[in-house]
T-cell receptor, first 112, second 116 residues
Framework: QKEVEQDPGPLSVPEGAIVSLNCTYS??????FMWYRQYSRKGPELLMY????GNKEDGRFTAQVDKSSKYISLFIRDSQPSDSATYLC????????????FGQGTTLQVKP | DGGITQSPKYLFRKEGQNVTLSCEQN?????MYWYRQDPGQGLRLIYY???????QKGDIAEGYSVSREKKESFPLTVTSAQKNPTAFYLC???????????????FGEGSWLTVV
């Protein structure tokens, strides 16, 4: 079993839809959770960064962490064609090494 | 502008050759990383360095080598011992390695390596 599981999709939605992207993980020691967006043939860019359980909102994006269920989510409201990309969840490995464990990434397509 | 610069963007390698991928950052970050990305497998850590003149192996270090002689630079050499080197290589950096709120990892634009 992988430490971080993420459905690779692809996920296709119409413009304006609410998108829900999810990851599950197995290591209860993870405390820092990130979502990266990666456009085709580009480096990942950081979207959201959360610590421990709870919600964090930034514009149309909301990150949610449920540590009791070992489950994290990214919600995108009013999705736009420019949101079409691969979304990667990542978790910081305990031990102050700076290492991240990534999910496989979910490919999202928002159709006009 | 501050950022992470990787070069070359595209690189072709013949079987048995060593190639070096360049990574330079002007963010004054102490920690630097190399990840490999293959389709359907997410990112996997090759090597990381928390400070100049020191580096550690990641999860898939076999067939790769690095150096960290300067804070700004962390080049990756893909040696002929790497059996399947065709992949997208990503360099990253962070302020430090310690887990704290706001100490996030930033990525460069990546280098595509193809073995011909």
């Amino acid at each position: 079993q992988k430490e971080v599981e993420q459905d690779p999709g692809p996920l296709s939605v119409p413009e304006g839809a609410i998108v829900s992207l999810n990851c599950t993980y197995s290591n209860s020691a993870f405390q820092y959770f990130m979502w990266y967006r990666q456009y085709s043939r580009k480096g990942p860019e950081l979207l959201m960064y959360t610590y421990s359980s709870g919600n964090k909102e930034d514009g149309r994006f909301t990150a949610q962490v449920d540590k009791s269920s070992k489950y994290i989510s990214l919600f995108i409201r009013d999705s736009q064609p420019s949101d079409s990309a691969t979304y990667l969840c990542a978790m910081s490995v305990p031990g102050n090494t700076g290492k991240l464990i990534f999910g496989q990434g979910t490919t999202l397509q928002v159709k006009p | 502008d501050g950022g992470i610069t990787q070069s070359p963007k595209y690189l072709f390698r013949k079987e048995g050759q060593n190639v070096t991928l360049s990574c330079e950052q002007n963010l004054n970050h102490d920690a630097m990383y190399w990840y490999r990305q293959d389709p359907g497998q997410g990112l996997r850590l090759i090597y990381y360095s928390q400070i100049v003149n020191d580096f550690q192996k990641g999860d898939i270090a076999e067939g790769y080598s690095v150096s960290r002689e300067k804070k700004e630079s962390f080049p990756l050499t893909v040696t002929s011992a790497q059996k399947n080197p065709t992949a997208f290589y990503l360099c990253a950096s962070s302020i430090g390695a310690r887990q704290t709120t706001g100490n996030t990892i930033y990525f460069g634009e990546g280098s595509w390596l193809t073995v011909v």
